[in-house]
């Protein structure tokens, strides 16, 4: 069992729609961050949260708006997405940023009609 | 770009055999991971290597860095069914960007 949960698994929206995705961790943790990986490509780093601080955003388009609430949670608001949004979004956590193991969920399948 | 690039993009392999990849990147890095992923499931970290370190082993997996080179390789012994998934190396941009490639997919066949 994974120490860090993403709901939902699978998310289809249109155009138009707002949802957000939920990442939690349970590993006490003090980073978090949002990667996107669509088939063939490299993973996509999104946003990284370190200690509830936005410390990295990566050219990400305004339809996707991160928020960290606290240490442990952290959400992606979707809104006005685009076709080519479709993809698996994951989330990470770490204790101690990219010096260390990052600890991922299983992922949100994001399908965009 | 900093992110890794993996080589080869796929690789099919006969149970019991080994199975060697590939990653190269472009700028100096403090420390190189491997990661494992099976079919549409989360990543799962295999092993790190620091910069200062040439081989780490783990279990069937082995990991070289070469620094001068700018390339690692991650060797599993003796493959297994289990073993079919994609292997993803990634490299630490900053102190908070882990950067990843594109992966190799690896098929164990029975």
């Known amino acids: 069992e994974t120490g860090v949960t993403q709901t939902p698994r699978h998310l289809v929206m249109g155009m138009t729609n707002k949802k957000s995705l939920k990442c939690e961790q349970h590993l006490g943790h003090n980073a978090m961050y949002w990667y996107k990986q669509s088939a063939k490509k490299p993973l996509e780093l999104m946003f990284v949260?370190?200690?509830?601080?936005?410390?990295e955003n990566n050219s990400v388009p305004s339809r996707f708006s991160p928020e960290c609430p606290n240490s442990s949670h952290l959400f992606l608001h979707l809104h006005t997405l685009q076709p080519e949004d479709s993809a698996l979004y994951l989330c990470?956590?770490?204790?101690?940023?990219?010096?260390?193991?990052?600890?991922f969920g299983e992922g949100s399948r994001l399908t965009v009609l | 770009s900093q992110q890794g690039e993996e080589d080869p993009q796929a690789l099919s392999i006969q149970e019991g055999e080994n199975a060697t990849m590939n990653c190269s990147y472009k700028?100096?890095?403090?420390?190189l991971q491997w990661y494992r992923q099976n079919s549409g499931r989360g990543l799962v970290h295999l092993i790190l290597i620091r910069s200062n370190e040439r081989e780490k082993h783990s279990g069937r997996l082995r990991v070289t860095l070469d620094t001068s080179k700018k390339s690692s390789s991650l060797l599993i012994t003796a493959s297994r069914a289990a073993d079919t998934a994609s292997y993803f190396c990634?490299?630490?941009?900053?102190?908070?960007?882990?950067?990843f490639g594109a992966g190799t997919t690896v098929t164990v066949r029975a």
């Open positions: 700028t100096s890095i403090n420390n």
């Open positions: 990634a490299t630490d941009f900053n102190d908070y960007k882990l950067s």
């Open positions: 990470a956590s770490s204790q101690g940023g990219a010096t260390g193991e990052l600890f």
């Open positions: 949260y370190n200690f509830k601080e936005q410390t």
